[in-house]
């Protein structure tokens, strides 16, 4: 069996189109490039030369290759080339209706077509993701709450997906734990944590009523390191950037009526609003060429560094082997 690449149906091996939505299924080992069909273990093509898609990338030697670098060192993504990618990850939505006898449940739903949730009831925080192991949310929680953590640690899980999908593009690679270590390496170093937290309270903020908003985590990662007005300025317009993209595709599915829903479960559980963290809000964001070209040079950067420096390298070892056990 074949999972269909687009709405994840599965399918016989012998199909040539997604027996759900019609997608051309894409026969294994055969070279992209010229066609030739090669043996399942094949990396590069047989006649060709060049690396088979799909393939993946199980090691940091492979990764941190020469051959991978000038791939990631040439790679340019058009914007046409990008609303693409950013349509693929969305697309498995279009083909479920968001359900659920309660509001939570609804927002799980959605949740859940990306990634598994699961209950969490220890520790303090309010939820968080795990790779390879789904979004963990504290039902501890009264439900809108619980809502605005699922959207939060959803928006973590979605920002992480267009970054892995870049990338297994530039590589023509297939997702794996090796490529994921790195990923999420990227995006807990200093500057680009604190781009991530305001992406996610962004895209929470957008979907909760007005007054709830709330940057907590990211005012106390801002306060933990001590990062000069300048960075911090740059990180928030480049979260909000994404942001604003994932905005864009989730009301399609948090739409109209579901907004109306959560601001009811607010009233019913006798949330009390604030207003301060609403200032925290911005409208500034990167054109999206610039956002993608800046997306791309700082990943070479931190690519580079991380195939010199046996401290990064370790680090990285250490996250792969919490994702393999998880």
Request: with cysteine; net charge negative; aromatic share 12%.
């Amino acid at each position: 069996m074949i999972n269909c690449d687009l709405c994840g149906t599965l399918n016989f091996k012998e199909n040539n189109y997604c027996t759900h939505c019609g997608n051309k299924l894409v026969m294994e080992h055969v070279c992209p490039y010229c066609g030739e069909v090669n043996l399942d273990y094949a990396t590069h093509c047989i006649k060709c030369k060049k690396q088979i898609n799909p393939i993946e990338i199980n090691d940091f030697d492979t990764l941190f290759s020469q051959y991978n670098e000038d791939l990631l060192s040439n790679a340019e993504i058009s914007d046409v080339e990008y609303n693409k990618l950013l349509k693929n990850i969305f697309l498995r939505a279009d083909y479920i209706e968001v359900y659920g006898n309660t509001t939570k449940n609804k927002i799980l739903s959605l949740a859940s077509v990306f990634t598994e949730c699961r209950p969490k009831a220890r520790g303090y925080e309010r939820g968080f993701i795990f790779l390879g192991n789904g979004i963990y949310y504290d039902d501890r929680l009264v439900d809108a709450v619980q809502i605005s953590t699922i959207i939060h640690e959803l928006a973590h899980y979605l920002l992480f997906s267009i970054i892995e999908n870049l990338l297994c593009d530039i590589f023509s690679v297939r997702p794996s734990t090796t490529l994921q270590s790195f990923i999420w390496y990227f995006l807990t170093l200093p500057e680009f944590k604190i781009m991530n937290e305001y992406c996610a309270h962004t895209v929470e903020g957008r979907f909760v009523p007005y007054g709830y908003q709330n940057y907590g985590s990211f005012n106390l990662l801002i306060k933990q390191m001590g990062l000069d007005d300048e960075s911090v300025k740059g990180m928030v317009i480049f979260g909000n950037s994404f942001a604003n993209e994932i905005i864009t595709y989730l009301e399609k599915y948090i739409d109209g009526n579901l907004r109306d829903e959560i601001k009811l479960q607010y009233r019913k559980d006798s949330v009390a609003p604030s207003y301060e963290e609403i200032l925290t809000e911005t409208n500034d964001s990167l054109p999206l060429s610039l956002k993608n070209r800046t997306l791309l040079q700082v990943l070479l950067d931190i690519f580079k560094e991380a195939s010199q420096e046996t401290i990064i390298r370790e680090e990285l070892e250490r996250i792969k082997e919490g994702i393999e056990q998880n």
